[in-house]
């Protein structure tokens, strides 16, 4: 009851009904049922009428029957008790019959001794008792509403797919231009949008890309004139930042290959990826446990996962002294990365995936990086369906949580 559709309905449903019941209660008001006096005269003729034709029964057509017809029971007992107030009881039978263009009749049938019945009939404003035909005019209102409805909200139906339909690079698919005027223009107007977005995306790539290929010629002649400085511990200092700048045109040029290559996706069996990766920084002397890991597969690319996985170790390893991974399966391959370091200010947890992040204010290095795993990784673990979450640990440390759908194991 909370969406749009659904309240647009009911607002018409409501409506509609709410019209429909007030016309009833005024053609009720309107037509209400006759009142005493009225029926004391009508009931006087039908006694006068009894005893004409108990009389003279050869001047009055007699049936041996009543008139058929739907019994009206409250009209029966209003009629059999007014004739015996008045001291002469009647044995009447009041019905009501469909007459021409739907409308109802009334008619009196009065037994007339043993020699059959009078039929009478009764000149009485309709007696609105039922109103189940309002439960019909509901439903059926109900019907056109929903469509009604379906038709108002279809450019923001359109909207909610688009958006659910966003790729992982941020990008919304073509829509077809077609249906209602609103429909074509609202189609037309996400289709701009997407476009000058792939536009923006690609320049921004093309710029990065640009910029880390560019950095390498000046580097390369900077490291050759590094290497003829006099001064050992200068030429070091020299070397060390010139690594540094080489390693950020690197990470740049990879972040730019992931966000604009689609790899071959396969099936992976995420423990023993993880296992593998956590091995492999093992033997180059990273402090990493792997423990309560669960079965789980997950599709993606696995040179890309790898990569991912390895930043986020590396990064607890060397900035919380030493990792902790586990594994659990379900729905979702959940990979949860503990450390022991210091965590980062809550101030600064929405900022960890910006390129070049750092957490010092003055953007001071303490260790060699530059800036961009955690950048890389999200982009990886996103293009396989996935995300990543980080916060601190109610114990200290960081806390790096990765979720990727699961499928079933061929």
Excluded at 61 to 89: C, W, Y
Excluded at 251 to 269: D, G, K, P, Q, W
Aim: glycine share 8%; aromatic share 4%; proline share 5%.
């Amino acid at each position: 009851m909370n969406t749009l559709r659904a309240k647009i309905a009911l607002l018409l449903v409501s409506s509609i009904v709410a019209v429909v019941m007030f016309m009833t209660i005024a053609t009720m008001y309107i037509f209400k049922a006759p009142d005493e006096e009225v029926i004391n005269l009508l009931a006087r003729q039908l006694i006068l009428m009894e005893r004409l034709a108990a009389n003279d029964p050869e001047g009055h057509a007699l049936v041996q029957n009543p008139t058929s017809g739907l019994p009206d029971e409250k009209q029966t007992n209003i009629f059999s008790s007014v004739t015996a107030r008045l001291g002469s009881p009647l044995d009447v039978i009041v019905t009501r019959k469909d007459g021409l263009e739907g409308r109802w009749f009334q008619a009196a049938s009065v037994r007339v001794g043993s020699r059959g019945w009078l039929i009478v009939d009764l000149d009485l404003p309709p007696n609105i008792e039922r109103l189940w035909w309002l439960a019909f005019i509901t439903v059926g209102v109900g019907g056109v509403a929903v469509l009604a409805a379906n038709r108002m909200i279809r450019p923001l139906v359109m909207l909610e797919s688009a958006v659910e339909m966003v790729s992982a690079d941020g990008i919304l698919p073509h829509l077809p231009e077609r249906g209602p005027a609103e429909v074509r223009a609202t189609a037309a107007a996400l289709n701009s949008l997407s476009t000058r977005l792939r536009r923006a995306v690609e320049s921004r790539m093309r710029l990065i890309a640009g910029a880390g290929h560019d950095f390498r010629t000046p580097l390369t002649r900077m490291r050759l004139r590094a290497e003829f400085v006099a001064d050992e511990e200068e030429r070091e200092l020299w070397l060390r930042d010139i690594k540094e700048l080489d390693h950020i045109a690197d990470s740049a040029i990879e972040l730019v290959r992931e966000e604009s290559t689609n790899a071959v996706s396969e099936v992976i069996c995420i423990e023993g990826l993880v296992g593998s990766v956590a091995t492999e920084l093992q033997e180059q002397d990273f402090k990493i446990e792997v423990s309560d890991t669960a079965k789980a597969c997950v599709k993606g690319n696995r040179v890309a996962l790898s990569r991912a996985l390895r930043n986020l170790l590396i990064n607890a390893a060397t900035h919380g002294e030493r990792g902790r991974v586990s594994i659990t399966g379900g729905a979702t391959a959940r990979i949860v990365i503990c450390d022991d370091g210091p965590g980062i200010s809550p101030d600064l947890l929405d900022q960890v995936f910006e390129p070049f992040f750092r957490t010092s204010p003055a953007r001071i290095q303490s260790i060699p990086g530059a800036g961009l795993g955690l950048t890389i990784s999200r982009e990886i673990i996103r293009q396989a369906g996935g995300d990543i979450k980080i916060s601190n640990g109610r114990d200290g440390g960081l806390v790096q949580v990765v979720e990727l759908p699961t499928i079933a194991n061929p």
